[in-house]
């Protein structure tokens, strides 16, 4: 049976049902988890707790710092050389870590092993592991499905990884693949064992193709000048459906074609999307400057993208926002973080303004991306919103745009992700016996874990932020 994740965030905890221990324990079949096994690191680093509380992955000057969302704990730091880049890896466990011409995985320390008809909560410190790819200029990083994509800008490789193998201490290669030749773009897996990508180089990139399973092309479009960012949206009946930014409207591949969103004039941008697997519309950035006066374009207005018919409505928000501004909700929530310190939480369908929440001072976007700004990150119902300048972070109850705590923070981040333990927030589990098995080493612990009356489960790992730049 599915069974969501029983409660969430009013407070920042995903608080998981979990059986007790104790007794005699034995037998583990018929267990099935998407959060990974307990195999990935010596049993004696564990600590059985009865539910898992998420955990915050700051990518700073010097490397990475992971901390407790409950009370700003520092858990672990990892030192790495030059500008570190942070996407989730597709398990809702790791972290996949672009530094230094690899995409190396993170361990956040979640853990969630089904037995029978529940499941088993761990943690552990996190972790650097040696699980890593070779990938000059590592690029965009999609999971989608049951795999997870890899792309290197630097030669056009393309990495498909099986992202539960990851808690087995796996970096479990699919499939290796390359675009004709090198250029920032973008692969994204499809359930039907497919995969979209874009082909171009260096100097332009116009071409979206899809290829079934045997690397045959059954789709393309060469309508998409300057191809960047992509969001997945909810599949129709005959499968995916993905929305990818070009500098004269953005496209969309749907029922096995690609279809072109119409607009006025002959330039629109929308390089920085974000989908969600119960909406059919994707939110996205809206640029209408080919040649802005100082170089760099602030809009005011965002774009909601209607995958069904390929239409857009934008919406005027009064403020400014960047790239990192962008997020979904638990329910479809359309995100967005502006200059005026505010959280925008939109109906997607409509445009209609939900909340506004103060959660920043005042900013502008830097004149260089790598820079740090106000951003967020979403994970289980909440928020996560980062302000470098004052080093706070704040967390936003989408559902009723309440704050309910904020943290100091100990580093100055350019990026963030929040682990929680599961890919989906669901669990696909057999019912049948209360039996279960210790896992060797493991202490039993109440802590970690405060329960709430609110739902969470969020898509945050099936689709990718795209970078403008």
Request: with cysteine.
């Amino acid at each position: 049976m599915n069974r969501r994740t029983a409660a969430l965030l009013g407070i920042g905890v995903l608080a998981l049902s979990a059986c007790g221990s104790g007794g005699n324990d034995a037998g583990t079949d018929g267990s099935a988890s998407d959060g990974g096994g307990a195999e990935a690191a010596p049993a004696s680093d564990r600590t059985e707790v009865g539910a898992l509380t998420p955990r915050i992955v700051l990518a700073h000057d010097g490397g990475v710092t992971t901390l407790d969302s409950a009370d700003g704990t520092v858990l672990g730091t990892a030192e790495l050389e030059g500008y570190v880049r942070l996407n989730p890896a597709g398990d809702g466990r790791h972290v996949a870590v672009n530094a230094a011409d690899a995409i190396t995985m993170y361990d956040t320390g979640l853990l969630a092993q089904g037995h029978g008809d529940h499941f088993h909560y761990y943690v552990q410190n996190p972790a650097l592991t040696d699980l890593s790819i070779d990938a000059p200029h590592p690029g965009h990083v999609v999971p989608h499905g049951d795999r997870t994509a890899l792309f290197a800008d630097g030669t056009g490789a393309i990495t498909l990884i099986d992202p539960t193998a990851l808690a087995d201490g796996d970096l479990d290669i699919l499939e290796e693949t390359a675009t004709e030749a090198p250029h920032h773009g973008v692969a994204v897996p499809l359930s039907d064992g497919g995969l979209l990508l874009t082909q171009g180089t260096e100097e332009a990139r116009s071409t979206v193709q899809v290829l079934d399973a045997e690397g045959n092309v059954t789709a393309e479009t060469t309508d998409c000048p300057g191809v960047h960012g992509e969001a997945a949206a909810q599949p129709t009946e005959s499968g995916d459906v993905i929305s990818l930014g070009c500098e004269n409207g953005s496209v969309i591949y749907r029922d096995g074609e690609f279809h072109k969103v119409a607009i006025e004039g002959d330039y629109q941008r929308s390089g920085n999307q974000k989908g969600h697997e119960s909406s059919p519309i994707v939110l996205a950035d809206h640029k209408v400057e080919a040649d802005p006066a100082d170089g760099k374009e602030r809009p005011t207005e965002i774009a909601l993208i209607d995958t069904r018919d390929a239409s857009m409505q934008t919406v005027d928000l009064g403020s400014e926002y960047w790239f990192r501004s962008l997020d979904r909700g638990p329910d479809g929530e359309a995100l967005v973080l502006t200059t005026d310190g505010e959280l925008n939480i939109l109906d997607p369908e409509t445009g209609e303004m939900l909340h506004e929440v103060p959660v920043a001072q005042e900013w502008t976007e830097p004149d260089q991306w790598q820079e740090a700004a106000p951003m967020m990150a979403v994970a289980d119902g909440t928020a996560f919103v980062v302000d470098p300048q004052s080093k706070e972070l704040t967390m936003v109850d989408v559902a009723s745009g309440e704050i309910y705590r904020e943290l100091e923070l100990p580093v100055i981040p350019h990026e963030i992700q929040v682990a929680t333990g599961t890919a989906s927030g669901e669990y696909e589990v057999a019912p049948g016996a209360d039996e279960h098995e210790d896992v060797d080493g493991a202490e039993s612990s109440d802590g970690g874990g405060e329960e709430h009356d609110h739902e969470g489960g969020d898509h945050e790992e099936d689709d990718h932020e795209g970078h403008d730049h």
